[in-house]
Protein backbone atom coordinates (compact mmCIF):
# COMPACT_ATOMS: atom_id res chain seq x y z
CA UNK A 1 0.00 0.00 0.00
CA UNK A 2 1.93 3.36 -1.20
CA UNK A 3 -0.03 5.62 1.38
CA UNK A 4 1.21 3.54 4.49
CA UNK A 5 4.75 3.19 2.95
CA UNK A 6 4.72 7.20 2.66
CA UNK A 7 3.37 7.41 6.04
CA UNK A 8 6.05 5.54 7.42
CA UNK A 9 8.78 7.07 5.34
CA UNK A 10 7.19 10.61 6.53
CA UNK A 11 7.57 8.73 10.55
CA UNK A 12 11.13 8.15 10.06
CA UNK A 13 12.33 11.19 8.69
CA UNK A 14 13.30 9.64 5.51
CA UNK A 15 15.21 11.88 2.61
CA UNK A 16 14.94 14.49 5.40
CA UNK A 17 17.80 17.19 6.35
CA UNK A 18 18.55 15.96 9.80
CA UNK A 19 22.43 15.11 11.69
CA UNK A 20 25.66 15.65 10.53
CA UNK A 21 24.00 16.32 6.99
CA UNK A 22 22.08 19.10 7.96
CA UNK A 23 24.96 20.97 10.24
CA UNK A 24 27.32 20.72 6.95
CA UNK A 25 24.63 22.13 4.21
CA UNK A 26 25.88 24.05 1.31
CA UNK A 27 23.42 26.92 2.46
CA UNK A 28 25.00 27.61 5.81
CA UNK A 29 27.89 28.82 3.72
CA UNK A 30 27.88 32.59 3.58
CA UNK A 31 28.41 33.25 -0.14
CA UNK A 32 31.12 36.18 -1.39
CA UNK A 33 29.55 37.54 -5.00
CA UNK A 34 30.84 40.66 -6.17
CA UNK A 35 28.53 43.31 -7.35
CA UNK A 36 26.75 42.21 -10.70
CA UNK A 37 26.51 39.02 -9.50
CA UNK A 38 29.16 35.96 -10.76
CA UNK A 39 29.47 33.47 -13.34
CA UNK A 40 26.87 30.13 -12.88
CA UNK A 41 28.91 27.11 -14.09
CA UNK A 42 28.53 22.98 -13.78
CA UNK A 43 30.87 23.45 -10.80
CA UNK A 44 29.37 26.50 -8.92
CA UNK A 45 25.69 25.82 -10.17
CA UNK A 46 22.45 28.33 -9.17
CA UNK A 47 21.90 28.30 -5.34
CA UNK A 48 18.09 28.05 -4.62
CA UNK A 49 16.44 27.94 -1.23
CA UNK A 50 12.07 27.40 -1.12
CA UNK A 51 10.15 28.18 1.42
CA UNK A 52 7.59 25.71 1.87
CA UNK A 53 7.56 21.84 1.22
CA UNK A 54 4.01 21.53 0.10
CA UNK A 55 3.86 20.40 -3.35
CA UNK A 56 4.60 23.56 -5.11
CA UNK A 57 7.92 24.18 -3.37
CA UNK A 58 8.40 20.29 -4.21
CA UNK A 59 8.24 20.53 -8.06
CA UNK A 60 9.87 24.16 -7.97
CA UNK A 61 12.54 22.27 -6.11
CA UNK A 62 12.84 19.25 -8.59
CA UNK A 63 12.72 21.16 -11.66
CA UNK A 64 15.50 23.49 -10.52
CA UNK A 65 17.52 20.00 -9.74
CA UNK A 66 17.21 19.05 -12.92
CA UNK A 67 18.27 21.81 -14.11
CA UNK A 68 21.90 21.25 -12.25
CA UNK A 69 21.32 23.89 -9.69
CA UNK A 70 22.02 23.66 -5.90
CA UNK A 71 18.44 23.26 -4.22
CA UNK A 72 17.32 23.17 -0.63
CA UNK A 73 13.77 23.37 0.73
CA UNK A 74 12.61 24.68 3.99
CA UNK A 75 9.26 23.31 5.87
CA UNK A 76 8.03 24.11 8.95
CA UNK A 77 5.94 21.28 9.79
CA UNK A 78 7.52 18.88 12.05
CA UNK A 79 7.19 15.75 9.34
CA UNK A 80 5.05 15.13 6.09
CA UNK A 81 1.96 13.75 8.20
CA UNK A 82 -0.21 11.12 6.27
CA UNK A 83 -3.35 14.06 5.66
CA UNK A 84 -5.21 15.06 2.87
CA UNK A 85 -6.84 13.18 0.45
CA UNK A 86 -6.73 12.15 -3.37
CA UNK A 87 -5.16 15.15 -5.66
CA UNK A 88 -6.10 14.82 -9.45
CA UNK A 89 -3.21 15.49 -11.55
CA UNK A 90 -4.25 16.70 -15.47
CA UNK A 91 -2.51 15.69 -18.04
CA UNK A 92 -0.85 18.13 -18.70
CA UNK A 93 0.57 18.42 -15.48
CA UNK A 94 1.78 14.86 -15.72
CA UNK A 95 3.46 16.10 -19.15
CA UNK A 96 4.99 18.61 -17.31
CA UNK A 97 6.01 16.43 -14.33
CA UNK A 98 7.74 14.14 -17.25
CA UNK A 99 9.93 16.49 -18.51
CA UNK A 100 11.36 17.40 -14.57
CA UNK A 101 11.43 13.89 -13.71
CA UNK A 102 10.64 10.58 -16.00
CA UNK A 103 11.31 8.52 -12.45
CA UNK A 104 8.64 10.88 -10.50
CA UNK A 105 6.31 10.42 -13.82
CA UNK A 106 6.67 6.72 -13.76
CA UNK A 107 5.59 6.36 -10.03
CA UNK A 108 3.07 8.62 -9.95
CA UNK A 109 1.52 7.12 -13.11
CA UNK A 110 1.90 3.69 -11.18
CA UNK A 111 0.63 4.98 -7.55
CA UNK A 112 -2.51 6.61 -9.21
CA UNK A 113 -5.23 5.71 -10.15
CA UNK A 114 -6.69 6.69 -14.28
CA UNK A 115 -10.00 8.45 -14.13
CA UNK A 116 -9.69 10.31 -17.58
CA UNK A 117 -11.58 7.01 -18.63
CA UNK A 118 -14.34 7.59 -16.68
CA UNK A 119 -17.76 10.81 -16.92
CA UNK A 120 -15.85 13.84 -15.34
CA UNK A 121 -17.68 17.18 -14.40
CA UNK A 122 -19.43 18.99 -12.11
CA UNK A 123 -22.42 17.65 -9.77
CA UNK A 124 -24.84 20.26 -8.12
CA UNK A 125 -24.96 19.14 -3.90
CA UNK A 126 -28.13 20.58 -3.60
CA UNK A 127 -31.75 21.76 -4.94
CA UNK A 128 -31.54 24.51 -6.84
CA UNK A 129 -33.81 26.74 -9.49
CA UNK A 130 -36.66 27.42 -10.82
CA UNK A 131 -39.58 25.87 -13.47
CA UNK A 132 -38.26 28.83 -15.61
CA UNK A 133 -34.46 28.69 -15.30
CA UNK A 134 -34.25 25.01 -15.09
CA UNK A 135 -34.44 22.77 -11.56
CA UNK A 136 -31.63 20.93 -10.45
CA UNK A 137 -31.74 17.99 -8.04
CA UNK A 138 -28.87 16.87 -5.73
CA UNK A 139 -26.26 14.94 -7.69
CA UNK A 140 -27.51 16.52 -11.28
CA UNK A 141 -24.17 17.06 -13.60
CA UNK A 142 -24.08 21.10 -13.94
CA UNK A 143 -21.30 20.27 -16.71
CA UNK A 144 -19.40 17.45 -18.24
CA UNK A 145 -16.64 17.21 -20.26
CA UNK A 146 -13.99 14.92 -21.54
CA UNK A 147 -10.67 14.26 -20.64
CA UNK A 148 -9.19 11.37 -22.30
CA UNK A 149 -9.91 12.95 -25.95
CA UNK A 150 -7.82 15.95 -25.59
CA UNK A 151 -5.23 14.05 -23.52
CA UNK A 152 -4.69 11.43 -26.38
CA UNK A 153 -5.39 13.89 -29.25
CA UNK A 154 -2.29 16.34 -27.96
CA UNK A 155 -0.45 12.65 -27.15
CA UNK A 156 -0.28 13.14 -23.10
CA UNK A 157 -1.01 10.36 -20.60
CA UNK A 158 -3.96 10.03 -18.72
CA UNK A 159 -5.15 12.01 -15.81
CA UNK A 160 -4.66 10.18 -12.52
CA UNK A 161 -5.48 10.46 -8.76
CA UNK A 162 -2.82 10.18 -6.40
CA UNK A 163 -3.20 10.56 -2.00
CA UNK A 164 -1.63 13.76 -1.44
CA UNK A 165 1.28 12.24 0.90
CA UNK A 166 2.13 9.86 -1.98
CA UNK A 167 2.80 12.19 -4.13
CA UNK A 168 5.16 13.87 -1.45
CA UNK A 169 7.03 11.34 -1.18
CA UNK A 170 7.65 10.45 -4.17
CA UNK A 171 8.64 13.77 -4.93
CA UNK A 172 11.28 13.50 -2.72
CA UNK A 173 12.29 10.00 -2.78
CA UNK A 174 13.10 10.36 -6.36
CA UNK A 175 12.62 14.10 -7.58
CA UNK A 176 15.40 15.65 -5.31
CA UNK A 177 18.95 14.70 -3.74
CA UNK A 178 18.49 12.77 -0.12
CA UNK A 179 18.58 16.01 2.48
CA UNK A 180 17.22 18.56 0.14
CA UNK A 181 14.21 18.79 2.31
CA UNK A 182 14.66 20.35 6.49
CA UNK A 183 11.73 20.05 8.41
CA UNK A 184 10.79 22.38 11.27
CA UNK A 185 12.51 25.52 9.37
CA UNK A 186 10.23 28.42 8.49
CA UNK A 187 11.46 30.91 6.79
CA UNK A 188 10.96 34.01 8.92
CA UNK A 189 12.60 36.99 6.90
CA UNK A 190 14.89 37.57 4.13
CA UNK A 191 17.57 40.15 2.79
CA UNK A 192 17.99 40.79 -0.94
CA UNK A 193 21.77 42.13 -1.07
CA UNK A 194 21.05 44.27 -4.64
CA UNK A 195 23.17 43.83 -7.61
CA UNK A 196 23.25 40.01 -8.14
CA UNK A 197 24.78 39.42 -4.95
CA UNK A 198 22.43 37.01 -3.80
CA UNK A 199 19.73 36.59 -0.73
CA UNK A 200 20.07 35.87 3.34
CA UNK A 201 17.36 33.84 4.68
CA UNK A 202 16.17 33.76 8.23
CA UNK A 203 14.89 31.10 9.76
CA UNK A 204 12.71 31.35 12.72
CA UNK A 205 15.47 30.01 15.22
CA UNK A 206 17.86 32.43 13.64
CA UNK A 207 20.02 30.23 11.72
CA UNK A 208 20.75 31.94 8.29
CA UNK A 209 20.71 30.23 4.89
CA UNK A 210 22.94 31.92 2.07
CA UNK A 211 21.68 31.49 -1.68
CA UNK A 212 21.47 33.32 -4.93
CA UNK A 213 17.60 32.58 -5.70
CA UNK A 214 14.74 32.19 -2.91
CA UNK A 215 11.54 30.87 -4.08
CA UNK A 216 8.26 31.75 -1.92
CA UNK A 217 5.68 28.74 -1.70
CA UNK A 218 4.51 29.05 1.71
CA UNK A 219 0.83 28.95 1.35
CA UNK A 220 -1.90 31.20 1.83
CA UNK A 221 0.10 32.78 4.88
CA UNK A 222 2.86 33.65 2.88
CA UNK A 223 5.86 34.75 4.69
CA UNK A 224 7.48 35.37 1.65
CA UNK A 225 4.63 37.85 -0.27
CA UNK A 226 4.44 39.49 2.94
CA UNK A 227 7.69 40.80 3.25
CA UNK A 228 7.67 41.01 -0.76
CA UNK A 229 5.41 43.08 -1.19
CA UNK A 230 5.40 45.05 2.40
CA UNK A 231 2.00 43.58 3.63
CA UNK A 232 0.28 43.49 6.88
CA UNK A 233 -0.42 40.75 8.98
CA UNK A 234 -2.90 38.54 7.93
CA UNK A 235 -2.67 39.71 4.48
CA UNK A 236 -1.65 36.06 2.70
CA UNK A 237 -4.95 34.69 4.30
CA UNK A 238 -7.00 37.97 2.60
CA UNK A 239 -5.20 37.81 -0.36
CA UNK A 240 -5.68 33.88 -0.87
CA UNK A 241 -9.73 33.59 0.02
CA UNK A 242 -10.14 36.77 -2.14
CA UNK A 243 -8.97 35.23 -5.12
CA UNK A 244 -10.99 31.99 -4.11
CA UNK A 245 -14.15 33.06 -3.18
CA UNK A 246 -14.30 36.78 -4.50
CA UNK A 247 -13.73 38.38 -0.75
CA UNK A 248 -12.62 38.15 2.54
CA UNK A 249 -15.95 36.10 3.27
CA UNK A 250 -15.04 33.45 0.48
CA UNK A 251 -12.83 30.27 0.51
CA UNK A 252 -11.29 31.36 4.55
CA UNK A 253 -14.42 33.25 5.57
Not at 116 to 125: E, H
Not at 128 to 152: E, S
Not at 194 to 210: F, M, Q, W
Not at 220 to 235: D, F, M, T, V, Y
Request: glycine share 16%.
Amino acid sequence: NRFVEASQDAAALKGMSVGEQDAQAWWRQPIETPEGGRAVTADQPLRVLVAGGGLAGLVSAAACHAKGMKVAIFEQASSYAPYGGPIQIQSNALRAIQRISPKCYEELVAAGTVTADRVSGLKIGYRKGNKLAGLYDAGDWLVRFDTIGPALEAGLPATVVVDRPVIQQIMVKHGLPEGTVRIQSRIQSYQDLGNGRGVVATLEDGTKAYADVLIGADGIWSQIRKILHGLGEGAGGFAASGAAGGGPGGAGG
